[in-house]
């Protein structure tokens, strides 16, 4: 598979009016900061309170787009710095002519490595982001985010639930079809709870997992070298095997 295929949709040029109207769904400008706001709000107050970042965090968005919301993190929390890191040059321009705060960063990337320390970051976080990456880059991905993320820090991902299929306007054939032809297109993937599960749980073995499907999307947390393996038993007891064993 062409590595760069699915990064053509998002990092050809095009305006701030047009970016906020295509990467959004659709969503009216004057309603952006609402919804960046109610995303912040779904992961720090509503799912994992726990994971709020303290006062000094460095903190990093994956997939941070025009920013919106980085502006919203930096607005309700007194973190220190904040990192947007993106596939497209034209998207961190973009952000930085709406908006610019001192503590605000931006970092292009290639869509797998990320050039950064490890044991960097307090808090990461990702939303509508990882949905259009292919699984085995995704992997790759997750595995640098746990990389730099500091011991005992906290990663909340946004990844969409197989369940949100039949609610998709378009059908899942033509999905199909763009993949196989490579068109450069919004491409979506679908996550399972056993198979997100298995990845972070077994494979990379992250701490405080934490899995909620809240409407038709997985809200994701996880740690680095803490003392637990998941954040409370009923993460474990949801995943297939050990209710088959039960």
Known sequence: MDTDTYKLAWTREESLQQLNKRIHDGVPPDRLWDRAVDRRDTFFDVLFPYAQPPSGAQVLELGSGVGWIMQAMLARFAIASITGLDISKNMTEKAQQRWQDPRASYMVY???????????????????????????????????????LKPGGHATLHLL????????????????????????????????YDEIYVLFAEILQVTDLDIQLRGTSFWIHFSKNTEHRFHSEETRQNYFLNRMRK
């Open 110 to 148: 290639d869509g797998q490595s990320i050039n950064l320390p490890d044991d960097m970051f307090d808090n990461i976080y990702s939303v509508a982001c990882i949905q259009h990456i292919e699984k085995h880059h995704a992997f790759i991905i997750f595995e640098e985010l746990l990389r730099i």
């Open 161 to 192: 639930s197989i369940h949100f299929l039949p609610k998709v306007k378009k059908p899942y054939r033509e999905e199909c079809l763009n993949h196989i032809n490579q068109v450069p297109t919004h491409w979506h993937h679908y996550y399972s």
